[in-house]
């Protein structure tokens, strides 16, 4: 197997059960009654749980869907942010690892998408970079 192919699939392993996990915090956040008493717990108001549960779909549909780079680059910064004030807030009511373990879990499972995302971009810069080296080449012979 090509390494080009080896990391496509890396890239849609991590990607698909990183987007089914924040996926399914957004259900969770607009959904359970536990999910909202867990928000409340941590300071934040109830609206904040609503627009973060909708932040996190778009953000999602980003990363799933053919978006231009910058796109699905600011997808994975307001994740990282997300889960990142995540840890932080659990740490700041002195939650233990139960409570903050999971985003810490998310976010390697977000940095594998991102760094499998990233090299496949690399090797498609690659790949056109040889492309038009070839197109010079036989251009400049003809």
Partial sequence: MSASKRVVIGFWIATGLFCLQMGFTAFAELRLPQVAAAF???GFPDYFRVE????KIVGVVLLLAPVPARL??????GFAIDLGSAV???LAVGDGPEAWGWAVGTGVLGALSYGFWRAGQATRAEG???VGVVGAASVSVS
Avoid: D, P, T, V
């Fill in 72 to 77: 699905k680059e600011w997808a994975y910064a």
């Fill in 40 to 42: 409340a717990h941590l």
């Fill in 128 to 130: 056109r970079e040889q």
């Fill in 52 to 55: 973060l549960s909708w932040a």
């Fill in 88 to 90: 932080i807030a659990h």
